[in-house]
């Protein structure tokens, strides 16, 4: 059985974070493990509290975990600190792994800051050039990038500003724009368009982790970038078309292959 990992925080609602990418490697038919950066008190309503977990406890499960299985592809979710994005990333590459789905995970859709400002530097510096895969949403493509995002073709100048940072793919997804949710993908020659349409729901807690640990699914199967994309695309696409009316305020995806 292919062994994906989520290095991501918990959501004690269930809808996103190491929650949500569990769910999704099992719908994936792949054994999913987790290493929790930080505790959050959540509900569809809102981020209530956030605890962080020391950098030298992520640090102590990540090698539990690489000293004794071999992970297939991982992702990168919440990391909140400076020195826990460091210990990541000095991890990975004394584990020389580079099979990497980074969602650059910022402000949550409540509006709650899941990253340090500061931290945003770091992000950028020492995860972005480890990613195979980054999977920036309009608002963070245009922090990490700090160009104006209206159209397509901004999305593109966005993506290319972001390979150039050290990604090798760059998946812009569409979500935040007006019309239909087309995602761009750059490999660093050939940019992609991926369709999508826009779904009449409110209930969409989750969705950037679910697609992102789809895309890390897929590639634990051993699935190319560009396929691995468009399958998780349409897994995202259905996955918000059955979500659940759980809670008071904003549902989260539902996840079944
Ligand atoms: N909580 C955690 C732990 C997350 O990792 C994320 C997003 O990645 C969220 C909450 C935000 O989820 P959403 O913006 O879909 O509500």
Known sequence: MKKALTIAGSDSSGGAGIQA????????????????????????????????????????????????????????????????????????????????????????????SLLQPEAGEALIKYLLPLAMVVTPNI?????????????LADMKKAAKAIHDLGAANVLIKGGHMEDDATDILFDGEKYLEYPGRRIDTKHTHGTGCTLSSSITANIARGIPVERAVEQSKRYIT????????????????????
Do not use: C, W
């Open 238 to 257: 259905t996955a918000i078309e059955h979500s659940l009316a759980i809670g008071k305020g904003v549902g989260p995806t539902h996840h079944f292959y």
């Open 139 to 151: 608002p963070e493509a245009e922090v990490i990038t700090g160009l104006h995002i209206e159209t």
């Open 21 to 112: 990418d569990l769910k999704t490697f099992s719908a994936h038919g792949v054994f999913g493990m987790s290493v929790i950066t930080a505790i959050t008190a959540q509900n569809t309503q809102g981020v209530f509290a956030v605890q962080d977990i020391s950098p030298e406890m992520i640090g102590r499960q990540i090698d539990a975990i690489f000293d004794d299985i071999d992970v297939d592809a991982l992702k990168i979710g919440m990391v909140s600190v400076t020195d826990t994005i460091k210990v990541i990333a000095e991890k990975l590459q004394e584990y020389h792994f580079s099979q990497i789905v980074l969602d650059p995970v910022m402000i949550s859709k409540s509006g709650y």
